[in-house]
């Protein structure tokens, strides 16, 4: 089946540096990724559409500022918490849609990074 | 206003019974209705799906339940076992694109041995 990653699962920084997750589709290309943030027992909260080619769509409340989307190829995207604060701190998810099943409607999730700012 | 709502945060059932999760939304333009099974620190995996042109898709031991004049949705897990024990989230979108779904608050399953 499809597979999607992410890099690193978990990450630890200092307040005010900045933190780059990758998320990569293994076995298929993706033209639409999508960026989550879940919260400690609620639920996913779609960030933004990040799109191959062209910039993302951010969901409304997002900064676009503070939450840098790149997706330079078709199996990678990437986003990146600038200054990253304590209330940043939260679990963050990727998925992409199947570029050939783009009429069925799923999504695969990668697994997930942790992110702690103390 | 959420849009998605899962009232039940916790079931608990015995190994071998069956597992209904309840899932009620609100926005009229959904027409599309998924669910995602999640472990611990893993991100969701997709489980079954409905279009809201049906009232039930069934996938082995899952079974979906579309309701849509009371816009609810149902899982039934027959029967339900102990690697079933999980978050289950609904989640609801509005044409095709799935992406833009909307998730539910999940339920977190439990299956007694």
């Known amino acids: 089946g499809a597979v999607v990653s992410q890099h690193p699962s978990w990450v630890i920084c200092k307040s005010g540096t900045s933190v780059k997750i990758e998320c990569r589709s293994l076995d298929f290309q993706a033209t639409t990724m999508f960026w989550y943030r879940q919260f400690p027992k609620q639920s996913l909260m779609l960030m933004a559409t990040?799109?191959?080619?062209?910039?993302?769509?951010?969901e409304q409340g997002v900064e676009k500022d503070k939450f840098l989307i790149n997706h330079a190829s078709l199996t990678l995207s990437t986003l990146t918490v600038t200054s990253a604060h304590p209330e940043d701190s939260s679990f963050y998810i990727c998925s992409a849609r199947l570029l050939r099943r783009a009429a069925k409607e799923t999504q695969y999730f990668g697994p997930g990074t942790r992110l702690l700012v103390l | 206003d959420q849009q998605v709502k899962q009232n039940s945060p916790s079931l608990s059932v015995q190994e071998g019974r069956i597992s209904i999760l309840n899932c009620d939304y609100t926005?009229?333009?959904?027409?599309?209705f998924l669910w995602y099974k999640k472990y611990p620190a893993e991100g969701p995996t997709f489980l079954i799906s409905i279009s809201s042109i049906k009232d039930k898709n069934e996938d082995g031991r899952f079974t979906v339940f579309l309701n849509k004049s009371a816009k609810h949705l149902s899982l039934h897990i027959v029967p339900s076992q102990p690697g079933d024990s999980a978050v289950y989230f609904c989640a609801a979108s509005a044409g095709t694109n799935a992406g833009k779904s909307t998730f539910g608050d999940g339920t977190t399953l439990t299956v007694k041995p």
């Open positions: 926005n009229s333009m959904f027409d599309y």
């Open positions: 990040s799109n191959e080619g062209s910039k993302a769509t951010y």
